[in-house]
């Protein structure tokens, strides 16, 4: 480490602290000048490159990941800590894999199961964009097909995606034509 005053490469360690992100502060002095200062160590991760749907390969970005994730949650009751904590795990995920390329698919895959342990609309958000439909029915069809979409718990203060009407003896049924939507 050289001096940033008088660049003087012999110095002493007066301090070390751990921080809370992990990370070493050491309080210095020079040797030659007795200036003091302080230096961080972060231990510097690789990512793995990301394999865009035409082929192109980008650098893994957390800030970029939690952008997408944010535009999904625009207006639900998701905190930025959460959001945070979902980008640690799937960046954690990421590097417990150990390849050197992962596909885009694969990662949507992951953020959509994240999301949807967070917040119903903003799953339903975000798999709209990812995905390709067609239309409306393919993009239920798609979500209900891949069970990705379970009915909600009654308790929960959103709305299912699947219409749902009482019988005279309480039970919900599921329905699956506009019709049903429009009887209750």
């Known amino acids: 480490m050289k001096c940033p ?12 602290r751990v921080q809370k992100d992990g990370g070493i502060r050491r309080r210095r002095e020079c040797l030659q000048c007795k200036s003091r200062y302080s230096t961080i160590e972060t231990v510097v991760l690789s990512y793995p490159f ?7 390969r980008e650098p893994y970005s957390k800030e970029k990941l939690l952008r997408g994730m944010q535009a999904s949650c625009q207006k639900r009751p998701v905190s930025l800590a959460q959001l945070e904590a979902s980008v640690e795990r799937i960046s954690a995920w990421l590097m417990t894999r150990g390849e050197s390329e992962v596909s885009s698919k694969l990662i949507g895959r992951r953020v959509m199961a994240e999301l949807k342990m967070l917040d119903d609309v903003a799953y339903v958000r975000f798999a709209s964009v990812y995905r390709t439909f067609k239309d409306v029915q393919e993009f239920v069809e798609k979500l209900e097909g ?10 929960s203060p959103q709305l299912s995606l ?14 699956n034509r506009p019709a049903d939507i429009i009887s209750n």
Do not use: N, W
Request: net charge negative; glycine share 6%.
């Open 5 to 16: 005053f008088c660049g003087h490469s012999e110095d002493k360690v007066l301090d070390t």
């Open 50 to 56: 990301i394999i865009k749907k035409d082929g192109r």
């Open 146 to 155: 891949d069970e990705l979409i379970d009915i909600i718990d009654t308790s």
């Open 162 to 175: 699947t219409p749902q009407r009482k019988m005279d003896d309480e039970k919900t049924i599921t329905g």
